[in-house]
């Protein structure tokens, strides 16, 4: 596609990189894609690692600022336009440092909530750095997911999520 290119390693792991030019357009142009907020955001070696870098495809991730393995973190989304699913690559997914995947904790469960704090559908992500896709039961404009379980990481406490974009 123009808009990215998939590597594939010799696990099947995927790992996605954004056109430099569309990844400049969205960090100007944050309010179209709609409005992401999450419950902490981390600040580590002069780096905040921002709920906003879910938009895109990097390799820098959202890690919240936990000491609880990120469970009970919330990430929330809004747009003008219905989401009727998502996608995520779960995990610290650095093609310089693929290391990271295995220090940094994952998502294992999630439930998904509408705006009126309705619980919408629980997901299970499974523990690799696949795109996984998951089909909500009807469209929304919000949506709010809460982290319930997580696959722990080898070295430390952070969770890290690479992606997580709606559609």
Request: glycine fraction near 4%; charged fraction near 25%.
């Amino acid at each position: 596609a123009d808009d990215y290119f998939v590597l594939k390693n010799e696990e099947k792991q995927f790992v996605f990189v954004k056109d430099r030019k569309l990844n400049e357009y969205w960090q100007k142009n944050r309010e179209k894609a709609g409005i992401y907020q999450a419950s902490s955001e981390k600040r580590m070696f002069n780096q905040i690692y921002d709920v906003y870098n879910l938009l895109y495809f990097t390799f820098t991730p959202w890690i919240p600022d936990s000491d609880n393995y990120g469970i009970g973190e919330t990430i929330s989304f809004e747009s003008t336009k219905n989401i009727k699913s998502f996608r995520i690559v779960n995990g610290f997914v650095d093609i310089n440092n693929p290391s990271n995947f295995e220090k940094y904790g994952k998502v294992k469960k999630i439930n998904v909530y509408n705006k009126d704090k309705t619980l919408l559908a629980t997901f299970d992500i499974e523990n690799n750095a696949n795109i996984q896709t998951f089909i909500l039961p009807f469209e929304v404009s919000y949506l709010a997911l809460e982290i319930l379980e997580v696959y722990k990481g080898s070295e430390n406490k952070n969770l890290a999520i690479t992606t997580l974009q709606f559609f």
